[in-house]
């Protein structure tokens, strides 16, 4: 069994026929896995890098950087097994390059300037003289013949006399100047080439994102072997890739992006779940199935409390959200309509005796409900500093596992998303969650005139068991209460 | 005598030979035989024939609208003329020219040049072309009065004097450029004394006397041809026919034209000189009219009886090569 | 293989055939500069140095200094041209066409025609277009258009060195009059010269970039512009035809037509006001013989209907900027009737 391999100068491209190392990404004594990347190699038209075929040790380095060489010449020798110097000088020695790729029979003395008259001074930009994918016909009468480089012919009809295999030898010339026209080559092939129609346009400004398959030749697009080969397995051609990799490469992930993008589906990546994820799926999913909810709103009038609060916060020097007088509402309500601050079980329901309130709090990831205890016995500075403190240690994740249990009663506050209402899911064990939305300046009716008033509506859901309607109703009146007359909240 | 008898008969029979020509278009002209435009240079014939007969086929002359007797005097052949004058296969220009680009350019005239003041540059070139390819030649620019003042011709007689090549600008003062007079529109009011400003010499001389013009180009040219640098020459004179065919020519005085057709004739004024010197006879010049005459008829008719050019000579001769 | 900035190039093209053909002559203002002046003969070999060095190896029978007179030197051009040499005549700016205007369309353009194909004006009229470089109104145009239309003329607009020299070898060679364009922004520019003689003829467009979404046709510097465009659109999947004429008279139309057919798709970039500039012409050629083929209206790029100004923000506007260019292109492929 072999234990020595060649790593020669591959052929990418048609017209690739030598290429100049210009950088080593391993050393001798490096071990390799299969795909990985060796050696760096610049032709006339891209710079790529070379992979390992087999795995194994680097053994042996024969080309240096700034060498040129020739397409199946040796550059290095990776052993996958035991070997030993001789045995390496003696592979390199009896090694014979394999016949450099599809002889092409070169015009005789093509070293000789001038260039052609199309020859193209910025290098990097023009296209090798073949298409990557040949016409798919068999050989017949029209593709034979000698090599045609030198027949005159325009641009547009010698690439579309290549990719349809017509050898312009066979091709009578009327255009321009002598020169074998578009028109001539499809008169010989009895074909015709044409723009496509107007539903496949590119850019993402079409309703129907089709995405434009390239024809062009991509054997200068920049990327990893290993996402060419990918390509050419998917008939993915690499003008249609994106390249993210580095230098702009084109990646084997860019590949599968593209070739899923092709198929006219959404992208997708996959995440895991956290343990926040599953708790969250876990308890709501139980909750909705397990819970007979329903839903009451009442249009609350705020601005009376924004002005309370902008004195409290701007004379009396606090910092008192809406949230925190929404939660020292509930905490009132909570003791005037006790039976909403209750929990529902299969023999019993509880009565608690204190409003311990849970408050939502959007986090990284997820969402968690730090409680704040006992809302009743405090003034909204406190309630306004706990909530404060609580939400930005459940930002860092730095709250206590008894910080976020308990809890009679939740809120759930997405007004500063502007969002005119909305329900919520109660968290189990608890009866009842108010949900808040934003407050919008409307217009409503006072006695028979219309004023503009400040109006955010909230929506208590509640579970039937042990909540009924009425209730419910007496609770958000009595929430009502409170925040349309902010002087109830100070004592 | 600046003329030998053998010179003033060839001189003779060419002023004649122009004389004789612009009539016969002129009347052509008036049957409707010819198209376009006509400038007649009757009445100017000896400064044309006097400076030619002082120029050899290889040096080079550029000409005005008024271009049909510097062709003829440069020795341009009269029956291609009178076809290209008329729009006719065979004509000197192919029928693509016509009256006012007439040009003999095997005979190095390098064109009538429709556009006033637009010869005096060009023979600044072929002057250049000279003096850099190391010849003899020389060249000569026919400018009217008009032209006199065009900024081109300015131009053109400073390059040469910086370039110090060998180019006459020979100013022919008719008295009038189209419908104005010269003593109006030439500031200086006289053109030869602005040659000494650009730094060449110049002479004056009566565009009417042969023997006078004769002399005086025969100076002119040698100064070029010895590399003395370019020079000026004002020859006086009138021109019998309007700026075009078909100008009545109201802006000149009462009588003017047929006093100078009677007192300012290079023919009569020459024939009779002659004669006084005893240098021909009558019946010799007599002689000439007739043959002149007939060779003019008989260019006439031919081209009257020639085809006009084909369409599909329309795009030949844009370029020199396949375009 | 050596690299030659188009500066270079050019100057070679005319050494080259200077030695080769001893009816070349060089005519126009400070071609050398210091004539008659105390200091140095060959001070500026041009005013952007492209003639730098002829004086010296030619001497003044070849390399000729001329007072500032554009008709004359146009003229005496063309009059030198009918008789025996072959004069390469520089017009400084090519701002100033409108001095000589009447030497170059109505004289040499049509000499040879006029005088029933019997006389010839071999002569090169090289001039120096183009803004950017903050030269104000009336030194920065490209007037290419007033002489393509011109019947008898030939003009040429190379965008590269290579294409520079070999181009302007042809020109010199041709035995019309050739006005060749030169775009001052491009002369720092290089690539691969060879150092031998060579020829590119008139009439043959390049492909600077080869696509099937779009075709783009650039003109002078403006194609370098629509192929940085074309480069950065790759990579979003749209592959375009960069084409460079090189040469607007003879114009190379089937090469763009035969592209039309295959994209559907035209966008033409010139730096010449909108109306009656190249664009426009190209575009009209394009609608009346590749019609069907059109899958999109034709856009032109084209720099703003006013003079050139001169404050660099101001004329930066004025350009055609290569957000136009991608303006233009996402245009025509987002397209729908």
């Known amino acids: 069994m072999n234990t020595l391999h060649a790593l020669t100068v591959p052929k990418w491209g048609m017209s690739m026929e030598e290429g100049e190392i210009t950088e080593w990404r391993v050393a001798v004594g490096d071990k390799i896995a299969v795909g990985d990347e060796l050696v760096d190699i610049e032709t006339s038209k891209i710079v790529n890098a070379a992979e390992s075929a087999v795995a194994g040790t680097l053994v042996r380095i024969v080309g240096d950087v700034g060498q040129t060489l020739k397409v199946g010449m040796l550059m290095a020798v990776v052993a996958s097994g035991e070997t030993n110097d001789a045995a390496i000088d003696e592979f390199i020695a009896a090694f014979v390059p394999a016949a450099a790729g599809a002889a092409r029979a070169q015009p005789a003395g093509t070293q000789a300037p001038p260039p052609p008259a199309a020859a193209v001074p910025q290098v990097a930009h023009a296209l090798p003289d073949a298409p990557v994918q040949p016409a798919a016909a068999a050989p017949n009468a029209l593709s034979q013949g000698p090599d045609d480089a030198e027949v005159k012919a325009s641009v547009v009809a010698r690439r579309i006399a290549r990719a349809h295999n017509i050898n312009l030898h066979n091709v009578g010339a009327t ?36 995405p434009r398959r390239s024809t062009a030749d991509d054997a200068h697009i920049a990327s990893t072997p290993v996402a060419r080969r990918l390509a050419r397995s998917l008939n993915i051609n690499l003008n249609d890739v994106t390249g993210t990799s580095r230098r702009g490469r084109v990646s084997k992930e860019d590949v599968e992006r593209a070739a899923i993008a092709a198929t006219g589906l959404a992208y997708y990546t996959e995440t895991k779940h956290s343990s926040m ?71 019993v329901i509880r009565q608690f005796d204190q409003a311990d309130i849970s408050v939502a709090v959007a986090v990284k990831g997820g969402l968690i409900t730090p409680v704040i205890r006992n809302v009743g016995a405090k003034g909204l500075p406190q309630i306004a500093a706990e909530s404060r403190d609580l939400a930005h240690r459940a930002q860092v994740g730095t709250l206590g596992v008894d910080e976020f249990t308990g809890g009679t009663f939740s809120i759930s506050n997405l007004g500063m998303f502007g969002v005119d209402q909305f329900d919520a899911i109660i968290n189990l064990p608890q009866a009842a969650i108010l949900a808040v939305a934003a407050g919008v300046k409307k217009p409503v009716v006072r006695g028979d005139s219309i004023v503009v008033a400040t109006v955010m509506r909230v929506s208590l859901s509640a579970d039937h068991r042990a909540i009924d309607g009425a209730v419910a109703a007496q609770f958000l009146q009595s929430v009502k209460g409170f925040l349309e007359n902010p002087a109830s909240m100070l004592i | 005598m600046s003329l030998d008898k053998k010179q003033f008969l060839q001189a003779y029979r060419t002023m004649r030979t122009i004389r004789d020509f612009e009539y016969r278009v002129s009347d052509e002209f008036g049957k409707g035989n010819i198209p376009g435009f006509l400038h007649l240079y009757a009445g100017q014939e000896a400064i044309a024939t006097g400076m030619c007969m002082n120029l050899d086929d290889d040096d080079y002359i550029v000409s005005t609208h008024r271009g049909h007797g510097h062709c003829i005097a440069k020795g341009g052949d009269v029956g291609d003329m009178m076809k290209e004058i008329m729009a006719k296969q065979g004509g000197s220009c192919a029928g693509k020219g016509g009256s006012m680009h007439i040009a003999a350019v095997e005979k190095g005239m390098l064109g009538a040049n429709a556009i006033v003041g637009g010869g005096p540059p060009l023979i600044v070139g072929a002057a250049l072309s000279a003096k850099t390819l190391g010849t003899d030649r020389v060249g000569v620019s026919f400018t009217g009065d008009g032209g006199s003042n065009q900024g081109t011709t300015f131009e053109a007689m400073n390059l040469a004097v910086v370039l110090q090549v060998p180019a006459i600008f020979l100013f022919e003062n008719n008295g009038y450029g189209e419908g104005t007079a010269a003593g109006y529109a030439v500031g200086s009011k006289d053109i030869a004394s602005r040659a000494a400003a650009f730094g060449m010499p110049a002479l004056k001389v009566d565009g009417a006397d042969i023997f006078a013009t004769y002399e005086a180009c ?59 010197k005893k240098l021909v006879t009558k019946a010799e010049l007599t002689k000439i009219d007739k043959e002149v005459a007939e060779y003019i008829d008989v260019a006439a008719k031919a081209a009257l009886a020639a085809p006009g050019p084909d369409v599909s000579e329309l795009l030949t001769d844009v370029y020199s090569s396949a375009y | 293989m050596p690299i030659k900035t188009y500066r270079q190039a050019i100057n070679e093209a005319m050494a080259q055939e200077m030695r080769r053909d001893s009816t070349v002559i060089v005519i126009g203002e400070d071609v050398a500069g210091g004539a008659g002046c105390d200091g140095d003969r060959d001070a500026y070999g041009g005013v952007m140095g492209v003639t730098k060095g002829l004086f010296p190896e030619f001497g003044e029978s070849r390399v000729i200094d001329t007072p500032i007179t554009e008709s004359a030197i146009m003229g005496a051009a063309a009059g030198a041209a009918q008789t025996g040499l072959r004069p390469i005549a520089e017009l400084m700016f090519m701002d100033f066409l409108g001095v000589c205007f009447d030497q170059i369309y109505n004289q040499a353009a049509k000499f040879r025609y006029m005088f029933g194909g019997k006389a010839q004006c071999p002569m090169v009229v090289r001039t120096m277009a183009g803004a950017g470089l903050r030269g104000g109104a009336q030194h920065s145009q490209n007037l ?27 020109a010199i060679r041709d035995n ?67 084409i460079d004429p090189r040469t607007t008279s003879p114009l190379d139309e089937e090469a763009i037509i035969e592209s039309v057919e295959t994209t559907g798709r035209l966008v033409i970039v010139d730096e010449m006001t909108p109306r009656c500039g190249i664009a426009a012409d190209i575009s009209s050629i394009i609608a009346e013989k590749a019609f069907g083929a059109l899958r999109a209206p034709i856009r032109k790029v084209t720099a703003a209907h006013s003079p050139i100004p001169f404050a660099p923000a101001l004329e930066d506007a004025w350009m055609p900027q290569e957000s136009d260019i991608e303006e233009a292109v996402r245009f025509v492929l987002g397209y729908k009737r």
């Open chain 3, 176 to 242: 019309d009059c050739v006005i060749f364009v030169e775009d001052k922004f491009l002369y720092e520019t290089s690539c691969e010269v060879p150092d031998e003689m060579y020829t590119i003829p008139f009439g043959e467009a390049n492909f600077l970039r080869e696509g099937t979404d779009v075709t783009i046709v650039g003109i002078s510097n403006c194609v370098n512009k629509a192929l940085a465009v074309a480069d950065r659109l790759a990579a979003e999947g749209i592959s375009c035809d960069v």
């Open chain 1, 175 to 210: 255009g321009r100047n002598g020169r074998v026209s578009k028109a001539d080559v499809e008169k010989a092939g009895g074909i015709r080439v044409v723009a496509e129609a107007d539903e496949a346009a590119v850019g993402g400004a079409s309703a129907r994102q089709e």
């Open chain 3, 144 to 170: 290419t258009q007033m002489v393509t239309m011109v019947p008898g003329l030939k003009v040429v607009c190379p965008t590269n060195a290579y294409d520079a020299k070999g181009l302007l070898i042809t």
């Open chain 2, 218 to 276: 025969k100076k002119a040219v040698k100064h070029c041809r010895s590399g003395k640098g370019p020079i000026a020459i004002e020859a006086t004179i009138t021109r019998f026919r309007g700026h075009f065919e078909g100008d009545a020519q109201a802006y000149r005085g009462k009588g003017e034209v047929k006093r100078l057709m009677k007192d300012m004739d290079c023919l009569i004024i020459a024939t009779a000189n002659a004669i006084k």
């Open chain 1, 277 to 347: 994820r599953k708790t969250i799926a876990a308890r709501l999913s139980e909750s909705k199935q397990t819970i007979p909810h329903y839903r009451v709103s009442v249009d609350i009038e705020i601005d009376s409390l924004l002005q309370q609060r902008a004195y409290m916060n701007g004379t009396l020097g606090h910092k008192i959200s809406v949230n925190d007088f929404v939660i020292k509402a509930c905490g009132g309500a909570l003791t005037q309509v006790p039976q909403v601050n209750v929990q529902y079980s299969q023999d």
